[in-house]
């Protein structure tokens, strides 16, 4: 591959958008094999934590590739959209956990898909932002969906419509990042937040994330017996035996993740 790295060691996989020259800009090829990567993590039954960068030290990804877009006629428009919504769509999806270590700008497309994984780790140096109606084009890849729903209407309208951007801080404050960190220590501590979560039950982290995910997306009570189901679900794995059984004996679980 060309544009994206994909590194597993264990039960973690790094992946990284690695084209610095355009600040790891989204062009339609770079979009597809990180679709690629998601699909085989997807399916990788080791990897139980994805985690998401940008390589360099200034940008996580500074959004769709705008050299590319300038002369995009309307259907060619709509399918970049789609293809790029179909992958921040897997990676919602897939059964790992996924985490965005924001190392830099995320932009456009860049805030969309750091908004895609389930959690944001950001750098000190961070800026998060939607410029797209600076470029006269609405955002394209879920921004108008997944924004809304992560930090409420009224602020996703402000950072959409006025197209600024916001630093580290106020994305913080807004709950867009879930924790900040010096830029030299933020990777150890996605790797550090990732064997954690890789370490309890793995169905069970698995299962609350489509609980989380899918129940968001129903009326309440169809997602409380949504949940009951998933809950119940918990009672045929070994993994819920072996964690209360460890409980009762004063150990630490573990886990065999089925
Ligand atoms: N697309 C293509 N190239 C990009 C790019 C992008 N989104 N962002 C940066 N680059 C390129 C620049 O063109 C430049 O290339 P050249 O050296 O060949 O000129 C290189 O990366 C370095 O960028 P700058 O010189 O601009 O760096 P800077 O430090 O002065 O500024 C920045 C950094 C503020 C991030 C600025 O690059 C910028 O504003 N980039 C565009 C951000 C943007 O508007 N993103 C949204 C795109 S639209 C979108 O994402 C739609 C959607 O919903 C999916």
């Known amino acids: 591959m060309e544009n994206v790295i994909c590194n597993v060691n264990g039960k973690l996989a790094e992946?990284?958008?690695?084209?610095?020259?355009a600040l790891n800009a989204l062009n339609s090829q770079t979009i597809k094999e990180l679709g690629e990567v998601i699909d085989d993590l997807s399916s990788n039954k080791e990897v139980k934590?994805?985690?998401?960068?940008?390589?360099?030290?200034?940008?996580?990804?500074?959004?769709?590739?705008?050299?590319e877009m300038r002369?995009?006629?309307a259907m060619e428009g709509r399918a970049?959209?789609?293809?790029?919504?179909?992958?921040?769509?897997?990676?919602?999806?897939?059964p790992q956990t996924v985490i965005a270590a924001v190392n830099g700008y995320a932009l456009g497309g860049g805030c969309e898909l750091a908004s895609a994984c389930d959690m944001r780790l950001a750098s000190k140096k961070a800026k998060f932002g939607q410029p797209e109606v600076t470029l006269g084009i609405t955002p394209g890849f879920a921004g108008t969906q997944r924004l809304p729903r992560l930090i409420g209407k009224g602020l996703a309208k402000e950072i959409i419509f006025t197209g600024d951007m916001i630093d580290v801080e106020e994305a913080y404050r807004i709950g867009l990042v879930n924790k900040v960190y010096d830029p030299d220590e933020l990777m150890d501590k996605a790797r550090e937040m990732a064997n954690k979560i890789a370490s309890?039950?793995?169905?069970?982290?698995?299962l609350a994330k489509a609980a989380i995910n899918d129940g968001l997306n129903m009326d309440t009570e169809s997602a409380y017996k949504y949940e009951a189901d998933i809950f119940?679900?918990?009672?045929?794995?070994?993994?819920?035996?072996?964690?209360?059984?460890?409980?009762?004996?004063?150990?630490?679980?573990?886990?065999?993740g089925c």
């Open 15 to 21: 992946v990284i958008i690695n084209r610095p020259k």
């Open 232 to 256: 119940g679900l918990c009672f045929s794995t070994e993994d819920q035996k072996e964690g209360m059984t460890a409980f009762i004996e004063k150990r630490k679980a573990d886990f065999k």
């Open 49 to 67: 934590v994805v985690i998401i960068t940008g390589s360099g030290d200034k940008s996580f990804v500074a959004g769709a590739d705008i050299k």
């Open 200 to 206: 309890r039950g793995t169905v069970a982290v698995s």
């Open 71 to 73: 002369d995009l006629n």
């Open 80 to 94: 970049l959209g789609r293809l790029a919504q179909k992958v921040f769509s897997n990676i919602e999806h897939m």
